[in-house]
């Protein structure tokens, strides 16, 4: 099946920004000015913000963006998630590495992630059971007497839908259905040293529109709701985007209106359930004979 040309481009790009994320991730470093440097290289590239660059740390296992003043760092010894999307007229690539900062001291638990990727990509063939991708992630990463996270999966992936049908578990979950020639999946392993579960932490400032239908009557609130439309349609965006287009004081007031009235959605913060080191690796991959994986960098 040959892909739309937009969605090999935005595979690429993702693919390369993920590369030039990785090596900004240093000790000292800000995750804000990190993550506004991806998303510009993106732009440079041709690209569109799929999603916001996540930063997730340590025991954060997933949805941490930079908040608009954010004044982390990373620290010696961080093991940081960088988690990124690309899209090319509304067809997304996604992908994630996890790099330790400065020290070798957690290498198995982002090797036990990246191996599991591995191999749930060479799976993805028509008819394989989607529970025999996740028997081959929780296998290799139980292997290093580590955990699968067991409530985070990857996902279908389609055009302007970032999490689509179906869903890819961390682990054999006994679902007998089977893969098809030309679905485009985003297959994302989490090991961890905790019990294998995350729960919902404080908001993360990622959000996306939940229901385009809706309107509201503040005037003001409704140039802020008419801006998301148009710049992001049903994709997630970060409070960051809004704040420097629009007062943050109005930002503030929009975006609790809108939530109020179930305009748009809030993803949660995600940290693991005992805070335990977490890893992560994903590629977007097109299910075929020979599986195609769109989001190489171009080292690999």
Request: proline share 5%; no cysteine; aromatic share 8%.
């Amino acid at each position: 099946m040959m892909l739309p040309k937009a969605w090999m481009r935005a595979g690429k790009i993702a693919g390369e920004a993920r590369v030039f994320g990785a090596s900004l991730v240093k000790e000292g470093a800000s995750l804000l000015k990190v993550a506004d440097e991806i998303e510009d290289f993106i732009r440079r590239k041709g690209g569109r913000i799929g999603f916001p660059v996540q930063i997730s740390i340590n025991g954060m296992a997933a949805h941490y963006t930079p908040f608009p003043e954010d004044k982390s760092i990373f620290s010696f010894g961080d093991v940081v998630k960088l988690d990124l999307g690309v899209h090319v007229d509304g067809f997304i690539g996604d992908n994630a590495v996890t790099v330790e900062v400065g020290s070798k001291e957690h290498t198995y638990l982002i090797r036990a992630s990246k191996e599991a990727l591995d191999a749930a990509l060479k799976l993805a063939k028509p008819g394989v059971k989607i529970s025999e991708i996740g028997a081959a992630v929780g296998g290799v990463i139980e292997g290093y007497g580590l955990k699968p996270i067991k409530n985070l999966s990857g996902h279908g992936v389609s055009r302007f839908v970032l999490h689509d049908a179906p869903s890819i578990p961390n682990y054999d979950n006994k679902d007998p259905a089977k893969l098809v020639e030309g679905q485009v999946l985003a297959i994302e392993p989490f090991a961890t040293k905790g019990v294998g579960w995350v729960k919902e932490g404080v908001g993360s400032s990622n959000y996306r529109l939940f229901d385009e239908g809706k309107q509201v009557r503040d005037k003001k609130v409704r140039e802020v709701l008419d801006f998301i439309k148009k710049e992001f349609y049903t994709l997630p965006f970060a409070r960051r985007y809004l704040t420097r287009v629009f007062d943050q004081r109005l930002v503030n007031l929009a975006l609790m209106m809108l939530q109020r009235a179930n305009i748009i959605y809030e993803y949660p913060q995600l940290p693991e359930k005992e805070n335990g080191l977490t890893s992560q690796h994903e590629h977007t991959v097109l299910v075929a004979e020979k599986p195609v994986v769109l989001t190489l960098g171009s080292e690999e």
